[in-house]
């Protein structure tokens, strides 16, 4: 260092504080991810948060639409959802299009744009479309809700899936992680030990 620049660096550290110029750089290692909400936490801010954007309305309290979107990533039925809460399967279908849960094999292999944009009345497109007017309605609420899902480019959904398809498949693979390595570990042992 020359003499001008270790002149300059006394000045800037006389008249400043080293606290307020730099800051600390003491971050822990590890994951990038460093929430340290629970799952569980997690799900109900984003419920919380498509409740915020979207307005939508429910007889469901927040912890039941949780409760909804845990079920459905275990494989639950609407009407097993609602028994286990103790509410109508329409009111966890609802729940479920709100929070854009759908699943791919309830969506009919119709077009279910060309269905959305039609103003034709239920009945007539149930007679249109060869099927009963709670079918059309219930078809209409799921293009509905893959519309409004694409819009927000599945980002809730694909919150849904880091937060509960990941975490089951997590755990699953640690599980089976373990059993093969107690499998290759303990191979060719003897077992048959007597007391």
């Not at 006394?10 to 822990?28: H, N």
Request: aromatic share 6%; charged share 40%.
């Amino acid at each position: 260092m020359d003499e001008k620049t270790e002149e300059l660096r006394d000045i800037f550290t006389s008249v400043t504080d080293e606290e307020t110029v730099t800051e600390s750089q003491e971050d822990e290692r590890g994951s990038l991810d460093q929430d340290d909400r629970t799952v569980e936490e997690r799900v109900e801010g984003v419920v919380e948060q498509m409740q915020d954007r979207y307005g939508f309305e429910t007889s469901l309290s927040t912890s039941e639409l949780v409760a909804v979107a845990y079920e459905f990533y275990e494989g639950h039925s609407d009407a097993a959802i609602a028994d286990e809460l103790g509410v109508d399967a329409t009111d966890v279908f609802q729940a479920r299009m709100a929070l854009h849960l759908i699943d791919e094999d309830e969506v009919p292999e119709i077009d279910l744009g060309a269905l959305r944009e039609r103003e034709a009345d239920e009945a007539t497109l149930a007679t249109e479309y060869d099927v009963s007017v709670d079918e059309i309605e219930r078809y209409r609420a799921i293009a509905a809700a893959q519309a409004e899902s694409r819009a927000a480019n599945d980002r809730y959904r694909d919150e849904f899936d880091s937060l509960l398809a990941d975490a089951d498949l997590t755990t699953r693979m640690a599980a089976d992680a373990r059993e093969d390595g107690l499998e290759d570990a303990t191979e060719g042992m003897e077992t048959d030990v007597s007391f």
